[in-house]
């Protein structure tokens, strides 16, 4: 359907985690009123409707993405059916039907668990600010049998300056600073760096709202597998501790980021 430019100005104004369901409302009602074009006005009457009551519009849960697990030339590696498989499992949870016992009063956005994936370190779909973040993510390593040509491809492409070439040695990756992002790698005429780790960084807690905090990041990269594994744990830990629609984040600051490690299964001397 098309949008007038003023339609389209108002709509930028929109919450980002919301923006994509208003639009399927938006454009919805103006079929509904015979329309082939949204207008401001399609906009106002949705946002007066939502406003009154958004409880038809929650589903328990949220999953966003960014665009990058088909053609972004940003992504870390290629198709995966992570999404997919996470949307299934989530939709399994009965997370509405936990949110109607445990929340007062109506339910709305802001109760919804929330899922971001991202398959680059650039996070465009904001993984740190929700209740699981997943990024994907491609360890470099230094392969000892390779002779370094010394020729600085890879500390030029390095963004985050985590890599230093080291006299009759071979490139030195610094942990602390790498974002996985395996561009080295991509670079590197003479193959000396090579993948060590292929999968996906997980984060846990982070929320926007009054009291808003980062998420935090669970120590390793994790296979498609052991992420779905870990999102099941998590949300056991969630449905089976949160009091009144609180989020994944309040809940962890009061219980303790040692109980979620535990639950999970990571011993606590990893918590950072």
């Known amino acids: 359907m098309r949008w007038s430019d003023d339609a389209l100005n108002e709509m930028e104004r929109v919450p980002f985690f919301i923006r994509n369901?208003?639009?399927?409302?938006?454009?919805?009602?103006?079929?509904?009123?015979?329309?082939?074009?949204?207008v401001p006005d399609h906009l106002e009457q949705c946002r007066q409707r939502f406003m009154k009551d958004q409880q038809p519009d929650v589903k328990g849960y949220r999953l966003e993405t960014c665009f990058g697990a088909k053609d972004c030339s940003n992504r870390v590696f290629g198709p995966t059916e992570i999404v997919q498989r996470l949307d299934e499992f989530l939709g399994r949870q009965g997370l509405r039907d936990f949110l109607q016992k445990n929340v007062s009063g109506p339910l709305k956005m802001h109760h919804e668990f929330r899922v971001s994936v991202s398959?680059?370190?650039?996070?465009?779909?904001?993984?740190?600010?929700?209740?699981?973040?997943?990024i994907g993510a491609l360890r470099p390593a230094w392969a000892a049998d390779k002779e370094c040509n010394r020729c600085n491809a890879c500390i030029d492409e390095c963004e985050e300056g985590a890599i230093m070439l080291v006299e009759d040695a071979g490139p030195l990756i610094d942990c602390e600073r790498c974002l996985?992002?395996?561009?080295?790698?991509?670079?590197?005429?003479?193959?000396?760096?090579?993948?060590?780790?292929?999968?996906?960084?997980?984060?846990?807690?982070?929320?926007?709202?009054?009291?808003?905090?980062?998420?935090?990041?669970?120590?390793?990269i994790f296979?498609?597998?052991?992420?779905?594994?870990?999102?099941?744990?998590?949300?056991?830990?969630?449905?089976?501790?949160?009091?009144?629609?609180?989020?994944?984040?309040?809940?962890?600051?009061?219980?303790?980021?040692?109980?979620?490690?535990?639950?999970?299964?990571?011993?606590?001397?990893?918590?950072?």
């Not at 830990?237 to 009144?244: A, I, K, L, R, V």
Request: overall charge positive; charged content about 25%; hydrophobic content about 35%.
């Open 119 to 134: 398959f680059c370190p650039n996070s465009c779909s904001r993984p740190q600010i929700v209740d699981i973040g997943i």
């Open 21 to 38: 369901m208003v639009r399927k409302k938006v454009e919805a009602f103006a079929r509904q009123q015979g329309s082939h074009l949204v």
């Open 223 to 272: 296979s498609e597998d052991e992420v779905l594994a870990i999102v099941e744990k998590i949300v056991g830990f969630y449905m089976g501790n949160s009091q009144n629609g609180e989020r994944l984040g309040s809940l962890v600051k009061r219980k303790g980021l040692e109980s979620l490690y535990q639950f999970i299964g990571i011993p606590s001397r990893d918590i950072t």
């Open 180 to 220: 996985c992002c395996g561009k080295c790698i991509t670079v590197c005429p003479s193959s000396v760096l090579i993948k060590e780790r292929e999968g996906f960084r997980v984060l846990v807690g982070g929320k926007l709202g009054r009291h808003p905090q980062l998420a935090h990041e669970l120590p390793g």
